[in-house]
């Protein structure tokens, strides 16, 4: 189901995804940091909120997590929630189950989706996909490094070449919809990248290590995208996101130098 908010002359939206909450490796630390420092008017949940269907793994932690989210909703934040592919059947908090949020900025459409539904490989073979999910789980669970359970992930995405992949065909599918940005989530791979006037936004994820996420501010004169953390002024970074050619629209874009310095893969 795809759920479309109407036209927003000025906005400030918090986009996370791939919490996996209930996973060993799961960045809870990081998740409550963002929540409760990042300034924003919505919250956008991007799939992948919990890694299993099993709500037993969730331990203390996870709830505190699902808990903060909850009290945002309760001081009047908007919260969209968004399934993914770890979330199965599991009923959202807050909205009713959607795969797409669409909203209107007077710099041109963004399309919000998870991003699983460009990754032909878990379509494709999906017990394959369900053993390794399984294996990944207890690869986290006994061997406490970090560092190695990233490297298992990454490793796994870049010889599926499920990063290029999905950033192509979202890409592809924001030309289709006429959508000016696109923002995904699933690989796990924190990017901004701009292609024929249309730009692929990744939001990463918060499991090892990391601490990611977009925050997406806009008025009818700016449209800035950072790090929702760490960086307080995006500075501009010359056609790195190339002004529509409509004459209706004159638009300063700023972007994070952080993300901009993500390199395609």
Same mark, same amino acid.
């Given at each position: 189901?795809?759920?479309?908010?109407?036209?927003?002359?000025? @906005?400030?939206?918090?986009?996370?995804?791939?919490?996996?909450?209930?996973?060993? /490796?799961? /960045?809870?630390?990081?998740?409550?940091?963002?929540?409760?420092?990042?300034?924003?008017?919505?919250?956008?949940? /991007?799939?992948?909120?919990?890694?299993?269907?099993? =709500?037993?793994?969730?331990?203390?932690?996870?709830?505190?997590?699902?808990?903060?989210?909850?009290?945002?909703?309760?001081?009047?934040?908007?919260?969209?929630?968004?399934?993914?592919?770890?979330?199965?059947?599991?009923?959202?908090?807050?909205?009713?189950?959607?795969?797409?949020?669409?909203?209107?900025?007077?710099?041109?459409?963004? @399309?919000?989706?998870? @991003?699983?539904?460009?990754?032909?490989?878990?379509?494709?073979?999906?017990?394959?996909?369900?053993?390794?999910?399984?294996?990944?789980?207890?690869?986290?669970?006994?061997?406490?490094? /970090?560092?190695?359970?990233?490297?298992?992930?990454?490793?796994?995405?870049?010889?599926?070449?499920?990063?290029?992949?999905?950033?192509?065909?979202?890409?592809?599918?924001?030309?289709?919809?006429?959508?000016?940005?696109?923002?995904?989530?699933?690989?796990?791979?924190?990017?901004?990248?701009?292609?024929?006037?249309?730009?692929?936004?990744?939001?990463?994820?918060?499991?090892?290590?990391?601490?990611?996420?977009?925050?997406?501010?806009?008025?009818?004169?700016?449209?800035?995208?950072?790090?929702? =953390?760490?960086?307080?002024?995006?500075?501009?970074?010359?056609?790195?996101?190339?002004?529509?050619?409509?004459?209706?629209?004159?638009?300063?874009?700023?972007?994070?130098? @952080?993300?901009?310095?993500?390199?395609?893969?």
């Amino acid at each position: 189901m795809t759920q479309t908010h109407t036209l927003r002359s000025e @906005g400030s939206v918090l986009i996370l995804s791939d919490l996996h909450l209930g996973s060993p /490796n799961c /960045n809870t630390d990081g998740i409550l940091e963002t929540l409760t420092h990042a300034e924003f008017e919505t919250l956008i949940i /991007n799939g992948d909120t919990y890694d299993n269907p099993n =709500l037993h793994r969730l331990r203390r932690p996870h709830r505190e997590v699902l808990s903060c989210i909850w009290d945002l909703h309760n001081r009047r934040k908007q919260v969209i929630w968004i399934s993914g592919n770890h979330d199965a059947e599991i009923l959202p908090l807050f909205n009713e189950t959607i795969s797409e949020f669409v909203f209107e900025t007077p710099h041109g459409r963004i @399309g919000v989706q998870h @991003g699983h539904q460009f990754d032909n490989f878990i379509r494709k073979y999906p017990i394959t996909t369900e053993i390794a999910s399984r294996a990944y789980y207890y690869i986290q669970r006994c061997v406490k490094s /970090n560092r190695f359970s990233e490297y298992v992930k990454y490793t796994s995405k870049s010889w599926l070449n499920v990063i290029k992949k999905v950033r192509q065909r979202a890409l592809d599918y924001a030309a289709k919809r006429d959508f000016r940005f696109v923002v995904c989530g699933h690989v796990h791979h924190q990017e901004v990248y701009t292609e024929d006037d249309r730009t692929y936004i990744n939001t990463g994820s918060f499991m090892d290590r990391s601490r990611e996420g977009v925050l997406i501010n806009w008025d009818k004169t700016r449209f800035d995208i950072a790090q929702p =953390l760490g960086f307080s002024k995006p500075v501009f970074v010359e056609d790195f996101l190339p002004i529509s050619s409509k004459p209706s629209v004159h638009s300063s874009l700023t972007i994070d130098p @952080g993300l901009a310095a993500a390199s395609p893969n």
